[in-house]
């Protein structure tokens, strides 16, 4: 060690073991963590995916919770023919497009703009719409035999109004929808 000086020290650091690596402790550390070497974790790389998170209820949702894939309206080209050729009803919440759906299911689609809100405010009411159309409006639709394409366009108001009011909104607005199949 010639590049060495006298007072310079040789200061060799332990190998960690393979099952455990090392965690040098701060004077100045929370006191809320735990203190010494930690092992690492086991999941290995199910830590990478995420897949170790734990589920809110501790239960996934069933099949039959969830929007199906074949049941959104998502392409643009789909979402303005219908805002060109759809039935439209207004009310003082949403504006409604309906028109016959050239699958065999109802679809929906959702369409909520900005409106100088944030996107909390926002994914809450699309969240709120599509939960609607899910129960209520595609299940009336497929059991009518006659499967339509819905899109719901929320207007500015809708913002402030709970659950109960869109809802009352959406079936307000399909009620002539609705009697129109059948």
Known sequence: MDWATRHDAN????????????????????DRWPQGTQPPSQQGTLASRG????????????????LPQGARIRHSNEIRGLLERGKRKRTRLIDVFFTSSPASR???????????????DRNRLKRRLREIC???VLTRLDEGGKPGDVLIRARREAYGAGFDDLRNEVHKAMEGFWSDES
């Open 11 to 30: 200061i060799q650091a332990a190998e960690p073991q393979t099952d455990q690596q090392a965690r040098i402790s701060c004077a100045n550390e929370d």
């Open 106 to 120: 109802s679809r929906m689609g959702v369409i909520v703009p900005k409106h100088g809100r944030n996107i909390v």
């Open 134 to 136: 899910r129960r209520d």
């Open 51 to 66: 897949d170790d998170r734990p589920q809110v209820d501790g239960r996934l949702p069933e099949r039959g919770e969830r």
